[in-house]
């Protein structure tokens, strides 16, 4: 087995603010994931990566920057946070279609 | 683009009684359907999943059979239980690339 941690846990910041989000997993997966979960809307994907370096965006992009310097993780960046940008973000990793998810960042934006 | 469409909002049901959340899907390519749960504070969880016409996948006592002539996946699950109560997503995926998903269905489960 493996595990996908997520940090931090929460993250408070202020509107206009630079905030990074990280992700590590020890799958070994080829194939890593952001999505933002939003009450009553569903997860969204963000950015996704099919290996190191590579990067492809989602429905949900912009206002967000991602990297992917080695295998096992996976970095999320909100350019400029806004004060709807409360939400958790949640990191995964994929096998032949199946995809494990992290615990999430709950984000709150002041 | 892809789009999935599922029971929205809230089902509550007593202990005992079955559940069916109703998923259907538009996409125009060959797929896989997945349900998720996902408890209070918790990672959404794989439940099942199916990329095969008319056949029937089972797991943990809830099952669901992909019909690709109706576009739908539907979950069903004979007797709910307490520990059943929590939010459930129907998604799909093209290969690697990355789910798409309904707004999910929250079951609350009552004695």
């Known amino acids: 087995g493996g595990i996908i941690t997520q940090t931090p846990k929460f993250l408070i910041g202020q509107e206009g603010q630079k905030l990074t989000l990280k992700c590590q997993q020890n799958?070994?997966?080829?194939?890593m994931y952001w999505y933002r979960q939003d009450s009553g809307k569903g997860l969204r994907l963000i950015y996704y990566?099919?290996?190191?370096?590579?990067?492809q965006k989602g429905d949900l992009s912009e206002g967000y920057d991602a990297s992917r310097e080695k295998k096992s993780s996976f970095s999320l960046t909100v350019t400029s946070a806004q004060k709807n940008e409360m939400a958790v973000f949640l990191c995964?990793?994929?096998?032949?279609?199946?995809?494990?998810f992290g615990p999430g960042t709950r984000l709150t934006v002041l | 683009g892809d789009s999935v469409t599922q029971t929205e909002g809230l089902v509550t049901l007593t202990e005992g009684l079955p559940v069916m959340l109703n998923c259907t899907y538009q996409t125009a390519y060959s797929t896989f359907l997945f349900w998720y749960v996902q408890h209070l504070n918790e990672a959404p969880k794989l439940l099942l999943k199916?990329?095969?016409?008319?056949k029937r996948t089972e797991h943990q006592g809830f099952h669901a059979t992909l019909h690709k002539s109706s576009s739908s996946f539907h979950l069903q699950k004979s007797s709910a239980q307490l520990s059943d109560s929590a939010l459930y997503y129907c998604a799909l995926s093209f290969y690697a690339q990355g789910l798409t998903f309904g707004l999910g269905t929250r079951v609350s489960v009552f004695p």
């Open positions: 995964a990793s994929s096998d032949r279609g199946e995809q494990y």
């Open positions: 799958f070994n997966h080829d194939t």
């Open positions: 199916s990329s095969t016409d008319n």
């Open positions: 990566s099919i290996t190191e370096n590579d990067l």
